[in-house]
Structures are given as C-alpha cells and as structure tokens.
C-alpha cells in the first residue's frame, strides 16, 4: 500500500510538476512569487494542518467533497483516493523545487538555439530542456517517493488508517508503538529507515558522479 | 532581398528604435557602441525579443499589427557568441537536429566538409576547442536552410588562430551568399574586412545604414586622423618581394603582405600620408623615391587656417590628402584639376 501511494505520487507529480516548475523557472509574471510561495507551503506547514483543511475540504458535505461523491459515489475522506491528492498536494514542493532549478540552470540559450533551428517550443522542451534536466528529473522523482512514502500528519488526518486501503508504514508503526508491540514496529522502522537511506545514497551517488565527470 | 524594418522595444532602463528600408546583400555589419542596441536589434529580428512594430524580408512578412511570427519559423539561422551546441549530443547529433527539421540531412556531410568538422562528428562537443565549436555552430546554422543569417559577435570569444580559420568561411559565406548576413561586431577591424554594407547603433537607436565604404572611414578615423578606405585585390607577388594591391584607382605596391593572390582585402590611407604633385607620373616616378603614384583628379579643396583638406578622385574611387594650404596655393589645385597622388604608406585593415 506504501509503495503503490508513493509511485503513484510521484508519478503524477512529474506529470503535474513540469509545467508548473517550467512556467516558474521562465516567467516573469507578477504573480510568480505568490505561486512560488503556495508551492513552498506544505514544507513549513506542519502536516496537521495540511491535513485539517483537506479534511474539510473532503468532507461530503462540502463542495468538493460533494462533487467527488456526486461524480464517483464514493468519498475521499478516509480512501486511497482521497490519500494519492492529499500526498499529491504534500509533496508537491518536492517536485517542483528540484525541476525548478534544473529548468532555471538550462536557461534561455540552449532553447533559444533550439528554436533557431526550427524547434517549437514543445519540440524544443522535449529535444533540449528535458534531457538537459535530467538530474532534476531524478532528484524530483527521488525525493517525492522517500517523501511520500514517509508522510505521517496528513495521511493520519485524511486516510484513517484502514487496512488494505488507507494503513500505510508511518501510521501502521504509530499504532504498533501505541499499542507497545515494539517489536513488530522496529521491524517497520528498520525498513523505512533502511528503504529511504538506500534511495537517497542512490541519488548522491548518482549526483556525485555527474559532477565529478 | 528586401528588408523592411520599423521596430520598436520598450524596456525599463532601455529602450530601442529602428527604422530602416534597404536592400539586403552579402553582409552587413551592424556596428557601435557597447549598449547602444546592436544585439538588441539583432534580437528583435529573430523574434526573441517581442518589440512593436513590423518587420519584413523579401516575401515574408515576419511582424505586423497582432502578427508575430515566432522564432522557430522564421527561417532565420543565429550564429551566437558562444557557439551554443547542445551538450546532450555529439557533433554530428546537433547537425542532425538542424537538419532533421529542415529537411537537409542530404547536405550534412557536405556541410562538415566545408567547415572542417567531418573528422569530429562523433565527438561529444564538450572537448571541442572555442574554433571548433563555432564551426560546428556555422554548419548547424546553415543546415536550417536560411533566408537571413545573423550572427551576434561570433568571433569575439575566440583566440586569435581560431579567428583566423573562420574569418575566411565567413567570407566564403558572404561571397557565395546562401542568405544575406547581418553580423554584430564592436572589433572594427572585423567590419572593415567583412562588411558591404554598414548599420550603426548609437544610444538605443539604428543611427544610418550605407554602404561600407562610405561608412568605414568615419568609423576608423578620429578627429586629427582622416582617411580613406580602399578595396584593394591582391596580385602575386614580385620578384623584389613587393605585393601590388589593385584597384580601381591603379596599384600600389607594399611589402611583406601574406594572403593568396586574388582575395579581396580594404586597406586604409591616412589623410596626412597622401603628397600631392603635378606633372608626369613617370617623370615624377624617377625623381622621387616613391612607388605609389596614383593619377587623380581633385574634387574639393578645403583650406582651414594653414592646412588644406583635398578630396581625390582616383578611377571612381575617393581619397583624401591633408597637405599645408601654401602647397594647395603653389600647386594651384582646383576642382577638375588632374594631379598625382603620392602615397606614403598604407595600413591593412584586417585584424
């Protein structure tokens, strides 16, 4: 259930990520440090909060929630459906950070050359811009899977925790220590720990490599 | 080919006006001053700048009213300062990519050839050298298939040898002419070598357009030091050593010039290294040690105080000669007048 949520994220977060993160490495649009600012908020929020007002906003009752129940007969209060846009939503700014510097290091110039010689903008992006960013392409995709896959407050607050559907390790740990099963809960941890630590040597070494070359 | 341009950009800290309607052909250099608008003109007509106004060449209309068509269909090849490959692919990848959406992959391997790039297509282009680089950056160029080349200092980050080897394929380019070539400069030394035709910015606006000739002198000379400009052609050179450079005018002889007989060059006569005599050229030849007697006839004489400003007219082609207003009187120099012109020295204006 863990890793199904944070591959799910993180893939949908690419998806949404890139435009978003494009459109701020290049516009000069007033309005871009009020988005820059909203994308930053889930990483100072504490994630109570986050989850609080998404609650709210899940809430059959409200009008979200209501059109969701409307078009899908189901809610998104405490499903896995409702966890994938509260993670989506969470670990937003770990998309879009590292695919925002990465865009802003490749600049105007190649993509100015690119159109030169008769690429389009989209053609340009996905000739140039793109293989040009992979390294924020890989810290992106990184950095939102351990994210996710370690996310507590909202989770707790959004999905419950109902096994099969919403329980994942951070809360299925919480529970094991509440209920002083110690054991099985270091057994999680160690996990978690070990799953996380793998990935993000993974990323340094990878990174470590290209700027050695 | 037509070039019809009225553009306009408005930018806090600066701002840029152009006007102009001309013929474009062969290679025009746009010249002047660092922040006067150079690259910003050269911007504006590749659409990577959005200004007001229209622009037109030959048959495409580029810019008018809500019209602005963008960069990429332009068919407008830019060769930058820094040749600008992409790092991703290796040389022959990035002439792919020009030529791919061009449809001219046929003529990458020709174009390689002549900008001396075949033996570094599979090289990745972060070990190509400044020269290297640039040529590759030329031939990307070209493959585009291009109405209009412009090309934004593309020698000024490059060592000496390296401008040296591709001085000549801009030549080349502009004597063949695939396109017209609009090339930014502040090295004046490249301008008088490469330019027919000369743009001068100055403080945000396109001040004057003309042809070089007319353009170069006032470019090159400052207030105490007038000259002229001559296209000269090289000869082969004579046993003695002496090279004769040819124009329209006659020929002047000059030592130690290196370069194939044939190429075309400009050199510059200073004002004040210009003698004035009447009398016969082959007279004159055996009493005086100079070899540059050029027959002309005078156009204008300027006295100021005690010198004298005399415009020549050598074959078509003008020369100025600074002497003291007392020879001009001696002399008895009049518009229409035939004289000699004795030219002391030349210097090259290559670089």
Known sequence: ?213 | MRLELDLRLDRPGFSFRAVHTGDLAGLTAVFGPSGSGKTTLLRLIAGFERGQGHLRLGPSTWQQDRVFVPPHRRRIATVFQEARLFPHLDVAGNLNYAARRAGTTGRVADLARRFGVTRLLDRPVTGLSGGEAQRVALARALLTDPALILMDEPLSALDAAARADILPLIEALRDEGPAPILFVSHARGEVARLADRIMLTEAGRLAEEGPAADLLPRLLATDTDELSVLTVTLAGAEPDGLRPLVFPGGRLLVPDLPGPAGRSTRIAVHARDVMLARGNAAALAAQVSALNVIPARVVKVEVQAASARVTLDCGGVRLLARITSRSAALLDLAPGQDCLALIKSVALLDD
């Open chain 1, 1 to 213: 259930m863990t890793l199904r949520l944070a591959a799910l994220v993180t893939g949908l977060l690419l998806l949404i990520g890139t435009p978003l993160a494009w459109w701020l490495a290049r516009t000069r649009n007033r309005l871009r440090p009020v988005i820059e600012a909203v994308t930053a908020l889930p990483l100072v929020l504490p994630p109570t909060v986050l989850g609080f007002y998404l609650l709210i906003a899940f809430n059959p009752r409200s009008a979200l929630g209501a059109a969701w129940v409307g078009l899908t007969g189901q809610t998104l209060t405490f499903s896995f459906t409702g966890l994938v846009i509260a993670s989506l939503i969470y670990s937003l700014p770990f998309t879009v950070q590292p695919l925002q510097a990465a865009f802003a290091q490749v600049g105007r110039a190649p993509m100015e050359a690119a159109a030169s010689l008769g690429a389009g903008p989209l053609d340009a992006f996905l000739s140039v811009a793109s293989p040009l960013a992979v390294r924020g392409y890989l810290s992106a995709a990184v950095l939102t899977f351990a994210h996710t896959l370690g996310e507590f407050g909202v989770v707790l607050m959004v999905g419950g925790n109902i096994p099969g559907q919403t329980r994942v390790v951070s809360i299925a740990i919480y529970e094991q220590v509440e209920t002083v099963q110690y054991a099985q809960a270091h057994v999680l941890s160690a996990i978690l720990l070990g799953i996380s630590f793998a990935i993000l040597l993974a990323l340094y070494l990878l990174n470590g490599r290209g700027t050695a070359r």
